[in-house]
C-alpha cells in the first residue's frame, strides 16, 4: 500500500522547507499544492490565471480545480509508493476527497504531523521568505540566506519574494487558515493520525522531530 504524508500547519511554519527534506531523505514524491499553483501561473495556464484571482487576495482556490489539479498529480508515476503532501488538504471537504482518490489507487494517509508555531514566528518567517522561479527552492534571508544574494544555490535561477507574503496578504491567509483549515486538527486527531511537531526550533531540529514521529510509518 502506497504511504501518504500530510504535512498540516498554519502559512509559513515550515511546511515546505520540511516536505522537501523529508521527501528526499524518504525518497518519496512532494507534492505542494501551493508550488503547483505558482507553476500553473508562471506558464499562464486557464488553471493558472483562475487561481491567481483567489491568490492574490489571500483566499482558497476552489475546491473542484484543487482536487482536480492534485488528481492529475497523484497519477503520476513518482507517486507510486507514496508522497508527502504540503498544503493540501486545507479543508475538511478536500480531506474527504483526498481519502477517495487514495483508495482508488491503494494508499493511505498513514500520518499527519501537526506543525505549529506562534503568529509572531509565522509573519517574521514569511517577511523574510525568498522564493526560487524555477523550482520553488525556499530561502529565508536571515534564516537560511542563499549564499549569494537573489540567485537559488541550487539551480542558478532567480528569487523572488511572493506576491501573497505582503503583510496585508498574511494577515488574511492566517485568518483563513483559522477559519477553514483549523477543524482538520480535530479530523486526523480523531483518526489518531495527528501527530504534534513543535515548528518554532532551528529547521534542523524540526527535521529530526519530523523525521522521529514518522518512523515507524516509513523507514
Ligand atoms: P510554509 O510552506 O509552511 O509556508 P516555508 O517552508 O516556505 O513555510 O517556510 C517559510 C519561511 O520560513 C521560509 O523563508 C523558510 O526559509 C523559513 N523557515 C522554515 N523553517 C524554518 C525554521 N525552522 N527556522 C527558521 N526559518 C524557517
Ligand atoms: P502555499 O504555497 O501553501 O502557501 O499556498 C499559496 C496559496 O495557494 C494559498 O494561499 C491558496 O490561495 C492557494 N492554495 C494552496 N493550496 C491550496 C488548497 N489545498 N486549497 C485551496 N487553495 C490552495
Not at 47 to 55: E, V
Not at 119 to 135: H, K, M, P
Amino acid at each position: 500500500m502506497a504511504t501518504f504524508i500530510v504535512l498540516l500547519g498554519p502559512p509559513g511554519v515550515g511546511k515546505g522547507t520540511q516536505a522537501k527534506i523529508l521527501a528526499d531523505t524518504k525518497k518519496l514524491a512532494h507534492i505542494s499544492s501551493g508550488d503547483l499553483f505558482r507553476e500553473n501561473i508562471k506558464n499562464q495556464t486557464e488553471l493558472g490565471k483562475h487561481a491567481k484571482s483567489f491568490i492574490d487576495k489571500g483566499e482558497l482556490v476552489p475546491d473542484d480545480v484543487t482536487i482536480n489539479m492534485i488528481r492529475e498529480r497523484l497519477n503520476r508515476p513518482d507517486c507510486e509508493i507514496g508522497a508527502i503532501l504540503d498544503g493540501f488538504p486545507r479543508n475538511p471537504a478536500q480531506a474527504v476527497a483526498l481519502e477517495k482518490m487514495l483508495a482508488e489507487f491503494n494508499g493511505q494517509v498513514k500520518a499527519v504531523p501537526y506543525i505549529t508555531a506562534p503568529e509572531s514566528v509565522l509573519v517574521e518567517r514569511i517577511s523574510g521568505r525568498w522564493t526560487c522561479r524555477a523550482n520553488g527552492h525556499i530561502y529565508h534571508q536571515m534564516f537560511n540566506p542563499p549564499k549569494q544574494t537573489g540567485v537559488c544555490d541550487l539551480d542558478g535561477s532567480d528569487l523572488y519574494q511572493r506576491e501573497d507574503d505582503k503583510v496585508e496578504t498574511v494577515t488574511k491567509r492566517i485568518r483563513v487558515y483559522l477559519e477553514q483549515t483549523i477543524p482538520l486538527v480535530e479530523y486526523y486527531r480523531k483518526s489518531g493520525k495527528l501527530i504534534e511537531v513543535n515548528g518554532a526550533q532551528a529547521v534542523e531540529q524540526v527535521s529530526l522531530d519530523l523525521c522521529s514521529a514518522v518512523k515507524n510509518i516509513i523507514l
